[in-house]
């Protein structure tokens, strides 16, 4: 018994993750097929875009910004070892647009926007507001979850776009002033070497990220146990897991991307 | 109108519900009465389906409840929750008419706010209080919008929790008064939830007590007072000594 105790405890481990996963992944197809189903919710869908997309702007914004100059830095020193400082301008881009773009973007909409989803929803929920909508002969899972994850698969994508500019702009500003670049061929050499499909794969990971946000904020909110106590852990849990599986997806849309 | 057969519910260990039967007929005002904890709201929410029985039937208008479209059912009925569930992210009018305001029983905006606005006056409430959002409001003033609410398409069937709980007395008697006038005026069928005995002998004309998990006695409200049941007379007469244990 003391022997196989272990096992016991990582296959009951396995199953819940596996339940878990199997759950999650009902919740989001239920969702999604909600958005292909009358009635919709314009209101709601605008709402969730200004929450998710316009108030994000200003974190994702100044986030891109110091990491494209502390980017700049970074590949300077390194590229300087072996007489490659001609490199910031294209690596800054190409980093910002495939990788830290869409990932910082996500991980920032992630802490703002899971967290105040499923705040929201499990407010909502623990407040009875979920069994009223339901009484009133409007679905949650369409007038709640839907909208919010249509508005933030496509309000992400954007963000990083503004990000991945914001982000270049970044590293272009450190470059002139603290690099001694010129200002016309840093732009040039920006321009040359960055390919739409860097932006592209970015902005779809963007999608996927953003996705992953909605999703998770709007499932854990659903599930939230009683009380105040119950909705501090599904908002915790929402931000914990959409980060990780952000990073996941990161890794996994990589793969997919580019190991030709 | 309203029947359940043999329904049980239980949360893990804590078996609430053992075995409901209750019968309610069209067009009548059924309390019921029972010690906190004792599975009412519960028992509200079975027939809703927002909790589902574990056993059981559970047949409104002669047709199991968890048949056919959810959106007809759900069309029939409105419900005042225990603690108002009022949407903060909207204000007072647009929850009182929000059923009003989508779905197929939509209609053009001004027509639903007078009509939110006609209801808040009902529930006792000025027309400015309709611009408000519901955090703005004191508790009772929330109940009394949820009430608003749940009157405002005008159900077939409505469901108090606790109506008057939290309001003074005047206002209780306004809404024991309108609950009264609905079921009158209306021909609505109505299940209220209440602890308070005045409200019980305005508002009932049958009263049925939860007790156990099971309905310990139903009668008109006319035998209440004559039963001989120790628990109803306990209960009637909120004596501290008798079968119903004061630590539950
Ligand atoms: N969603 C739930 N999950 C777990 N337990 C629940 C849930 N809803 C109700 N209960 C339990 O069911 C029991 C009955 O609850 P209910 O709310 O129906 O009581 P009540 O009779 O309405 O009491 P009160 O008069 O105080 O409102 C309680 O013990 C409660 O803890
Ligand atoms: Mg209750």
């Known amino acids: 018994m003391t022997l196989t105790y272990p096992f016991a405890v990582l296959g009951r481990q396995v199953l819940g993750f596996l339940a878990a996963v199997g759950r999650i992944a009902i919740f989001a197809l239920t969702g999604i097929s909600h958005l292909f189903r009358p009635p919709f919710y314009p209101k709601e869908f605008l709402t969730a875009l200004l929450q998710i997309g316009y108030f994000s702007l200003p974190v994702v914004g100044l986030t891109t910004l110091f990491t494209g100059g502390a980017l700049a830095l970074q590949i300077y020193a390194g590229g300087a070892r072996f007489s490659a400082e001609s490199v910031v301008p294209s690596i800054v881009a190409i980093g910002m647009a495939r990788e830290l773009g869409p990932v910082l973007g996500g991980l920032m909409v992630a802490a703002r926007v899971a967290s105040s989803i499923a705040a929201e929803i499990g407010t909502m929920k623990v407040t009875e507001q979920i069994d009223a909508l339901t009484t009133l002969s409007t679905e949650p899972m369409k007038y709640l979850v839907a909208p919010r994850l249509l508005a933030a698969t496509l309000a992400v994508p954007v963000l990083v776009g503004i990000g991945d500019s914001i982000g270049i702009m970044g590293g272009y500003l450190v470059g002139i002033t603290r690099l001694d670049f010129n200002p016309a061929t840093y732009l040039k050499n920006t321009r040359e070497f960055l390919e739409f499909w860097d932006v592209a794969s970015g902005l779809w990971k963007g999608a996927a990220f953003g996705f992953i946000v909605a999703l998770c904020g709007c499932y854990f909110g659903m599930n939230s146990a009683r009380g105040a106590q119950g909705v501090g852990r599904a908002t915790k849990t929402a931000v914990v897991t959409a980060s990780v599986l952000i990073l996941a997806a990161n890794y996994v849309l990589t793969e997919v991307f580019f190991s030709a | ?248």
């Open chain 2, 1 to 248: 109108m309203i029947e359940l057969r043999d329904v049980h519910k239980a949360f893990g260990p804590n078996h609430v519900l053992n075995g409901v039967n209750l019968a309610l007929p069209k067009g009548e005002s059924m309390v019921i009465i029972g010690g906190s904890g004792t599975g009412k709201s519960v028992l509200l929410k079975c027939v809703l389906g927002l909790v589902t029985p574990d056993k059981g039937e559970i047949l409104v208008g002669g047709a199991p409840a968890d048949k056919g479209s959810r959106d007809a059912f759900l069309a029939r009925f409105g419900m005042l929750f225990q603690g108002g569930a009022l949407f903060d992210s909207l204000p007072v009018w647009q929850n009182v008419a929000f059923r009003l305001l989508r779905g197929a029983q939509k209609r053009p905006k001004d027509e639903a706010r007078a009509i939110a606005v006609e209801k808040l006056r009902r529930v006792g409430l000025k027309p400015a209080v309709a611009d408000l959002f519901p955090a703005e409001l004191s508790g009772g003033m929330q109940k009394r919008v949820g009430l608003a609410r749940a009157i405002a398409a005008e159900p077939e069937i409505i469901f108090f929790d606790e109506p008057t709980t939290g309001l003074d007395p005047i206002m209780s008697g306004v809404i024991n008064e309108l609950i009264r006038e609905i079921v009158v005026e209306m021909g609505a069928t109505a299940m209220t939830i209440t602890h308070d005995m005045t409200s019980v002998r305005a508002i009932a004309d049958r009263v049925a007590m939860l007790h156990g998990g099971v309905i310990r006695w139903t009668g008109p409200v006319s035998e209440m007072d004559a039963t001989p049941d120790p628990y109803v007379q306990q209960f009637i007469h909120g004596r501290a000594e008798g079968p119903i244990e004061s630590v539950r």
